[in-house]
């Protein structure tokens, strides 16, 4: 009789496999894609490339315009933060129903609450906010709820996973003392899961500040319009400094989001 071969080897039989499929994804990747590698390093491209990096030299730095750019610094953090909080209460909400909170619970919201997830994140931010302008109207106030609904589809996902992962053992002690749900999740579940929950969302938020100043380019307001508005026009020493506050600002909130965690952990 055949012995059955370790665990262990048939994951890493698993694994071997999918690295090979990926590898051979990549390789045709680059089979079928037209790759002009010649003419992007040549010498005119990099002749081309430095007229135009040269033309956002100096930026402007006059005192009205740094005002507004300012303004559309704060405009674009408040949207980031705005839709991070929004997209992490309604992620928990839908995280309920989405996870199975124990071994017997019969979860029947489960599957259709995870395809709402999946349909939220797979529309990307800036689809989203092209579709609420239309009942929005142009500015932040679009931005803000497409910001929303984009990162409640991911948060949502990653709060269910981690839900369902937290150990089960004081839950199963609570409900054998005829604790209701709600009491088994906030005195047993959500103590284990909350650094996680506050991580997540920390780190959904360093995406949507960079999300935030993108949204702007189809009237979402913040620095992207900005960015769009005088790129569009030529205005390479303003689009220069609005880069520069692009640049200053991610790293902000990088930093800050950096120095929560470290507190919190």
Sequence with gaps: MKPCPAPQA??????????????ALVVASFGSLDLQWAQMFSADAARSMGRFVAEFFPPDLSPVFVAKVGWASLETLAMSALGSLIAALFGLALALPAARLHGQDA?????PTRWLLNALRAVPELVWASL????????????????AVHTTGVLGRLFAEAIENCAEGPGFALRVQGAGSLRVFLYATLPQILPQLISYTLYRWENNIRAAAVLGVVGAGGLGQLLAFHMGLFHMHKTATVLLAMLLLVALVDLLSDRLRRVLA
């Design 10 to 23: 048939q994951l890493s039989r698993r694994g071997l496999a999918v690295l090979l499929a990926m590898l």
């Design 107 to 111: 979860a029947l919201a489960r599957r």
């Design 132 to 147: 609420l302008l239309i009942s929005a109207g142009l500015g932040p106030f679009a931005g803000t709820l497409a910001l």
